[in-house]
C-alpha cells in the first residue's frame, strides 16, 4: 500500500552502511583518547579540564574520554534554523533539507570585461552579492573574495556591511579574530533588534576552523567560544588535505577531521550546552604531480557523501562542500567537476553546502560561474524532486480519453503540469541550430558573461536603510581605534 507517497526520495544517498560509520567514529574516539589535540588557549584548557578532560597544561594536550564526545553530540541541536537579514526564518539545518551558497576569501577575481585574474577588489564583493542575490538556487552568500583594497584588519566587517547592502540572503562570514567577531555580532544584533533577538533568530553563521593536523590556534577556540556564548551558529570545519595534513587514505582523513571537529564540539557545548554547532569538515586531495590541494576531483564529492553520513548518525547539521572546479575558467572541466560534486550533496543530504563556484584550485571568484553553478543547482533539484505516483501524474483516465494517436499538448492536464514536471534552464540551449544561429548564435560563455553585466550594472540599490548603515560604520570605526588603523 502507498500511503501519501508521491515521490522518490533519493535524496537520502547512503555512503556508508551503519557498521562502516561506527568503524569511523570509534577510530575517532581512539585518537582524541589516545593522541589527543593541541589547543593554544588557556580558558579553553581550563573548561576542558574542569569537563572531565586530560590536560597537559604545558605541552597543551588535550585527551578527551569518549563519554565527553557523547555527551557533547547529545546536547547540540540537531536542527537549526537561520532567518535572512530581515528576519525571515529562511534556512531549516536539519536532514536532507539542502542549501547552496558561495564561499568566503578568495584572493583574485576574474573581471568580467577583460577576463583578467587580478586581486579582488571590494566592487568585486558587491557585484558578488548582486549576483548571488539574482540566483535563485543559492540559498546564502559568503563575500567570496579577500578584498585587497580595504584594510585587511577590517575585512570582516566591511564586506559585511557590502553583502547586507546588496543581497537579502543569510550570511556566512568568517572573522579574523574575536574581536571582529563581536563586532559582526554587534552588526547583526543592530538589524535583529538585540542580541537575544539574533540569539533567538540568528542571521549569521560563522565559518569557523581547526588547523590540521589536531591543532587549535588561540584566535579559532576563541571564536568558537565566543559562538557558544551568544548563540551564532557556527562551523569547526577542518581543512585537511589527504597526503599533507591528514593521511593519503580517505578513510584516514575522515577519521583525523572527524577527530578534530569532535574536540571543538566538545568544548564549544562545555561552554554552552545546547548551543547551535554545524558539524562537519572540508576535505581535499593532495596532488602529488602539482602539490596542490585538488577541489574538483572524484574524491571530494565522496568524502563529503561520508560526512554526511555521519552527520545523520549523530544527527546533527552539516556542512558541504560543491560546485567548485580546479579549471581556471567556466569550461568543460568546470561544468563536470561543479555538477558532480553539486549532486553528490543533493543527493546525500549536505545541509549548508559552500563554496560553489570556486574556480583555479580554490582561488578564483567568477561571477559567470555563480551563474552556471546556479542553472546546475537547478539540474540537481529536479532529479532530487523525482517523479510523482499520484492519481493525477499516473493519468490513467487521460489515457483513456486521449486514446489511441491522439495528442496530449492541448490538454489541460498537459498546461498545469509541465511546468513542474520538465527542467526548463535559462542558460543551456535547446534549439536547433539553424535557430540558434538566426538569434545572434551565443554560446554558454556568451550568455553568462551578458546576464551577469546586466545584473552588476543594474541602477543602485540597498536592502539597508541609512540609519543602519551608519551604526554600521561606526562599529566598524570603533574596531579600527582598538585596532589603531584607520577608516
Known sequence: MYVNQTGNFTHDFKMCS?????????????????????IYEETALKI??????????????????????????????????????????SLFLERNNVYFGTGTDLPTHMDPYTKEVRPTMLKDVENIAKVVDKADNFAYVSNQGLAQD???????????????????????????????L?????????????????????????????????????????????????????????????????PVTLSGSIVCSNAECLAGLVLHQLVKKGAPFIYGYIFGAMDMMTTMNVYGGPELGMVHAV???LAKYYDLPVYGTS????????????????????????????NLVHD????????????SMILLVDEQISFAKRFVQGINYDEDSLAIDLIDKVGYGGAYVSQKHTAK???????????????????????????????????????????????IDERTAKVFDEIIKDRAKELAIEY
Open 18 to 38: 551503519y557498521e562502516q560509520l561506527t568503524r569511523l567514529h570509534n577510530a575517532s574516539l581512539e585518537v582524541l583518547e589516545r593522541t589527543g589535540v593541541k
Open 48 to 89: 576542558l579540564a574542569e569537563g572531565g578532560a586530560y590536560v597537559d597544561f604545558d605541552s597543551k594536550v588535550v585527551k578527551i574520554p569518549a563519554g565527553m564526545v557523547k555527551a557533547a553530540i547529545q546536547s547540540a541541536p540537531s536542527r537549526i534554523v537561520i532567518a535572512n537579514p530581515q528576519g525571515k526564518r
Open 150 to 180: 580595504i584594510p585587511q584588519h577590517l575585512h570582516d566587517m566591511i564586506t559585511l556591511k557590502t553583502m547586507r547592502t546588496y543581497c537579502s540572503k543569510p550570511n556566512l562570514c568568517t572573522a579574523t579574530d574575536k574581536g571582529n
Open 182 to 246: 563581536m563586532a559582526l555580532i554587534d552588526m547583526c544584533a543592530e538589524m535583529a533588534g538585540g542580541y537575544e533577538e539574533l540569539k533567538r533568530n540568528p542571521t549569521l553563521m560563522l565559518y569557523n576552523e581547526p588547523v590540521s593536523p589536531l591543532m587549535n590556534s588561540e584566535e579559532a577556540i576563541q571564536k568558537l567560544m565566543l559562538c557558544a556564548e551568544y548563540g551564532i551558529p557556527t562551523t569547526y570545519a577542518s581543512g585537511g588535505v589527504s597526503g599533507g595534513t591528514s
Open 307 to 309: 560526512m554526511a553520513d
Open 323 to 350: 560546485g567548485c572546479t580546479d579549471a581556471l575558467e567556466v569550461d568543460a572541466q568546470a561544468g563536470t567537476e561543479a555538477m558532480y560534486s553539486i549532486m553528490c550533496a543533493a543527493l546525500s543530504g549536505e
Open 356 to 367: 560553489n563556484a570556486y574556480t583555479g584550485v580554490g582561488a578564483i571568484g567568477n561571477l
Open 417 to 463: 503540469n509541465f511546468r513542474n514536471e520538465v527542467f526548463y534552464p535559462k542558460f543551456f540551449n535547446r534549439k536547433q541550430y539553424l535557430a540558434w544561429e538566426s538569434e545572434g548564435g551565443l554560446t554558454l560563455n556568451e550568455k553568462l558573461d551578458n546576464a551577469v553585466k546586466s545584473m552588476i550594472e543594474e541602477d543602485e540599490y540597498s536592502y
